[in-house]
């Protein structure tokens, strides 16, 4: 059983930056596959960020270009940089862990987090 813990989240302007990481409380080199999901208000959880034990990255188009995803190994955690912020981008965030399947089926989540919530004000 591995327990995910975020932390970062935040209030921030549009445009704002914030830092999410997720602390996994064991070892998380023989993961296939960890990341961040995000839900809104009255929608689905969605797949935010995905990056493999081999280092292979996945993003949704939403976020392409404005956020990046990064696994340290050595520290078990996978931290979220996010940069230009938009209004839209407000949710709970959650920490996920799976085998490396979650590339091709997102919804394939084995470990979540307790979520972190990421409110950008316009």
């Known amino acids: 059983q591995v327990h995910l813990v975020e932390s970062g989240g935040g209030l921030v302007q549009a445009g704002g930056s914030l830092r999410l990481s997720c602390a996994a409380s064991e070892s998380i080199s023989g993961i296939g596959a960890m990341g961040w999901y995000r839900q809104a208000p009255g929608k689905q959880r969605e797949m935010v960020a995905l990056?493999?034990?081999?280092?292979?990255?996945n993003y949704a188009d939403s976020v392409k270009g404005r956020f990046t995803i990064a696994r340290d190994n050595a520290k078990n955690t996978v931290n979220l940089q996010m940069n230009g912020l938009k209004p839209e981008d407000t949710a709970v965030y959650y920490c996920a862990a799976g085998s490396a399947l979650l590339l091709v089926a997102p919804t394939l989540v084995g470990y979540w987090g307790q979520g972190t919530q990421v409110t950008v004000s316009s």
């Open positions: 990056i493999t034990s081999g280092g292979t990255i």
